[in-house]
């Protein structure tokens, strides 16, 4: 057989594949069953495209704008809600601030359009209904661009046309919100603004230096007095709410609350309204007496009334003053330049100056029972030892010349007459045995007047105090660079006996140390806050949850023979014929016991040379003389004798504590 015929042998039947050689390794074969199973996975594989296509391609063509719907308006937003602050009452509940309900337009910059072109037309147009500077707006957006999810508060307390029109065009601001806010009520308006305080957005350093207490950005908290000092109490708690809102910010759903907001405390102070409008009414009464008197540069002044048995203050006004509700809502500038701007509140007389806890003044006459204690307790002198009262004197190797304020008088006199006449150079004389007493000698009145609270804080609970000055020789050394200016000369030991010349004081600080005078010896702590309340439920009255007691007080370490006689001289002060201010108060029908001062202070003025003098017009006292009920300290600034301005003033104090009207007095022009 032939080779080709073998061939056909092997060959298998169905003619369609090679015959297998034993030479070669059999290679992959697809099977007919092998091909119709990869034929059914592809038409598998091309179906399942075929759907996942038609299913992309309905919800891109199809439903693409129903489901762009959906999600933008499916933007869930947290919104801090913010909490009411609390209210502030007077000693008897009134209440003195309170909250009413505002209106806010906030803006969301990372809602705000991308394009900046549009987002400045935005901004322009927003400033425009808003009526706020656009400037100022455009740069709080781009700062707030660093922090797209806090909120700018464009403007508080916006008015109804404003709200509207922006509800009516809410397409046209995307990122806008408007929000209701509580807002601060002052009823009163300028009552009692320097302790009060009042209420601003968080600034940054705020921000970084309070955000571990709960502060967040957008947050109001107090800045000045007693708003700031007992912030922690009056503000709350913020709640959180959830809203759901379309891509242009507009609301798409009720709110929704998550956190309840928690009302701020309320706290009750010492003061009373009606005495501190009394003692707000004063101040502007001596200071007209004072122009009518021919001090026509009295403009400004204070006056405390303190409780001498533990140190609540009854009353505290300065003027000039403000109103706080120029910093409710988004402020005007213009308005707020005299409490911010040196040039503009220098123009104003520094209204925003709290005179009785900030002010600076030599106290003159009204120190003088600072020295009579200290040259009794250092037994520099006796009470009861005269001492010559003269026209004039002469101290020093230079024999320099000092006045008494009345040139008439030249007599012996003891301490309760001088006291109660003022004899400067009665004082003068005591001042100069404290310089002659030595190196130790010349700080000994100081030491005593620092016990007294003088050259430090009172420790008045809303702080912002000023220390004042004390001088002393080491003090003058510090000071001053020529070797005449830093020499304690007597003249110094004998003008700090008449409270003069460097000698600086507050009028709380004086007040405070007439109510050690008054109580017998011992020193009070000022304080302004009584407790904090919260609301009873269904008309029940509040419930104190914190009392703030006062300091117990603390003995000044007088010797009360030494102290007997000084109140004795305060009395006969306003009740003898020669008394300073017996032409006030020495027919009142309540006893009162006090001292007047004429301390002289350099003042520049238009038209006069630069160390010009002015005399600032003093008044401390109290009564009833016997059983102290009230303090009062009256200054007006620039307001001639004591007896003209200070003391009427300190009069109609009195007259609304104690329920009784003076009868119509003579004044008499004295120290």
């Known amino acids: ?102 209106t806010a337009v906030q803006l969301w910059v990372g809602d705000m359009p991308k394009n900046r072109k549009a987002r400045d037309a ?118 959180l709410a959830q809203i759901r809102v379309d891509s242009l910010g507009r609301p798409q759903s009720p709110l929704l609350l998550r956190q309840e907001a928690r009302a701020g405390y309320a706290l009750r102070l010492t003061i009373d309204t009606k005495l501190q409008r009394a003692a707000e009414n004063a101040l502007r009464y001596g200071i007209d007496l004072a122009h009518q008197d021919g001090h026509w540069a009295a403009d400004g002044g204070a006056i405390v009334a303190l409780d001498p048995r533990d140190g609540a203050v009854l009353a505290m006004a300065s003027s000039p003053t403000y109103k706080p509700s120029v910093y409710v809502g988004k402020v005007d500038p213009k308005k707020l330049e005299p409490l911010i701007d040196e040039e503009a509140a220098r123009r104003a007389n520094y209204p925003g100056l709290n005179r009785a806890t900030s002010g600076l003044y ?26 010559q009262c003269s026209p004039v004197a002469y101290y020093g190797l230079d024999r320099q010349k000092f006045r008494n304020w009345n040139p008439y008088v030249n007599r012996s006199m003891t301490l309760v007459e001088a006291l109660a006449e003022s004899c400067d150079t009665y004082f003068d004389e005591i001042g100069n045995r404290f310089y002659e007493s030595g190196t130790e000698g010349r700080i000994l009145m100081q030491q005593w007047a620092r016990r007294f609270g003088f050259g430090t804080t009172t420790g008045l609970d809303i702080g912002g105090e000023a220390e004042g000055l004390l001088p002393t020789p080491d003090w003058r050394r510090r000071t001053f660079e020529s070797d005449w200016d830093r020499a304690w000369n007597p003249g110094d030991s004998i003008q700090l006996a008449i409270g003069q010349k460097d000698l600086l004081v507050t009028p709380l600080q004086m007040t405070a140390f007439y109510a050690m005078l008054a109580n017998g010896g011992n020193l009070v702590t000022p304080y302004l806050v009584s407790d904090v309340e919260q609301p009873g439920g269904k008309g029940s009255p509040r419930v104190v949850l914190r009392r703030f007691a006062p300091r117990p007080p603390r003995s000044a370490g007088v010797d009360s023979g030494a102290l007997a006689a000084v109140r004795d001289g305060l009395y006969v002060a306003t009740h003898s014929r020669s008394g300073t201010s017996s032409g006030v108060f020495g027919s009142y029908a309540v006893p009162i016991s006090g001292k007047t001062g004429t301390a002289e202070k350099v003042v520049p003025l238009p038209g006069y040379p630069s160390d010009h003098l002015e005399d600032q017009s ?54």
Request: net charge positive; with cysteine; glycine share 10%.
């Open 1 to 102: 057989m032939s080779s080709g015929g073998a061939y056909r042998e092997r060959r298998s039947p169905s003619g369609r594949f090679l015959p297998p050689d034993p030479r070669v390794r059999e290679p992959y074969r697809l099977t007919p069953q092998l091909a119709l199973r990869v034929g059914i996975l592809g038409a598998i594989a091309l179906l399942a495209f075929a759907i996942l296509f038609f299913r992309l391609w309905s919800l891109q063509v199809l439903s693409g704008e129903q489901y762009l719907d959906a999600a933008q308006n499916n933007q869930l937003r947290l919104i801090r809600v913010e909490a009411p602050r609390g209210p502030i009452l007077d000693r008897r509940g009134r209440v003195i601030v309170a909250n009413v309900a505002g």
């Open 122 to 239: 935005m901004v322009r147009r927003l400033a425009s209904v808003l009526r706020v500077p656009p400037l100022a707006l455009a740069q709080e957006v781009d700062q707030g661009r660093s922090d797209p999810l806090t909120p700018i508060t464009v403007k508080t307390a916006v008015g109804e046309d404003p709200v509207n029109y922006l509800y009516e065009h809410q397409a046209e601001f995307p990122g806008v919100e408007i929000v209701q806010i509580y807002l601060r009520d002052y009823e009163h308006e300028a009552l009692a603004a320097p302790i009060l305080g009042y209420v601003g957005e968080i600034s940054p350093e705020e921000l970084r230096r309070l955000r571990r207490e709960g502060y967040r950005a957008g947050d109001r908290l107090g800045k000045t007095g007693i708003e700031a000092a007992y912030d922690s109490y009056l503000r709350g708690r913020g709640g």
């Open 362 to 387: 030599p106290p003159g006459s009204t120190w003088k029972p600072v020295t009579a204690l200290a040259g009794m307790q250092e037994h520099i002198f006796s009470p009861y030892q005269s001492l």
């Open 618 to 671: 003093w008044w401390c006292g109290w009564g009833p003389s016997s059983d102290a009920r009230i303090v009062v300290c009256a200054l007006i600034e620039n307001g001639g004798h004591g007896s003209t301005a200070a003391a009427p003033a300190a009069l109609r104090v009195f007259e609304r504590f104690f329920g009784v009207e003076a009868p119509p007095s003579i004044l008499v022009s004295v120290d």
